[in-house]
């Protein structure tokens, strides 16, 4: 049984840093991209940030360039997302998802296992 359990969410001001984890069991990890993900209230969900098998290979959404850092630790079977420079507008529930694919997709139809999400509050 697959399983994705993210970590590290809470309350921050504006300005500050947060580092999500996603540990995951019950799958060859290093043969899974992964992606992080967010939904704020009364929004559709969003791709932040994924990474390949390569963990060269990444993608970043517009939104959070230059202040998101995605990456991975196929020895802990742990991806990271470290949040620098947070905003109020990054405040939402934060996903990690699994996908078959060799490399970083932004397609959340390519993932086929999720985690239940950790919340991350920003405040101004």
């Known amino acids: 049984q697959v399983q994705l359990v993210e970590s590290g969410g809470g309350l921050v001001q504006a300005g500050g840093s947060l580092r999500l984890s996603c540990a995951a069991s019950?799958?060859?990890?290093?043969?899974?991209?992964l992606g992080w993900f967010r939904q704020a209230p009364g929004e559709e969900r969003e791709t932040v940030s994924a990474i390949g098998w390569n963990p060269m290979n990444t993608y970043v959404a517009d939104s959070v360039k230059g202040r998101f850092t995605i990456s991975r630790d196929n020895a802990k079977n742990t991806v990271f997302l470290q949040m620098n420079s947070l905003k109020p507008e990054d405040t939402a529930v934060y996903y990690c998802a699994a996908s078959t694919n060799i490399l970083a997709t932004r397609w959340q139809n390519d993932y086929q296992y999720w985690g239940q999400g950790t919340q991350v509050t920003v405040s101004s």
């Open positions: 019950g799958l060859t990890f290093s043969k899974y991209a």
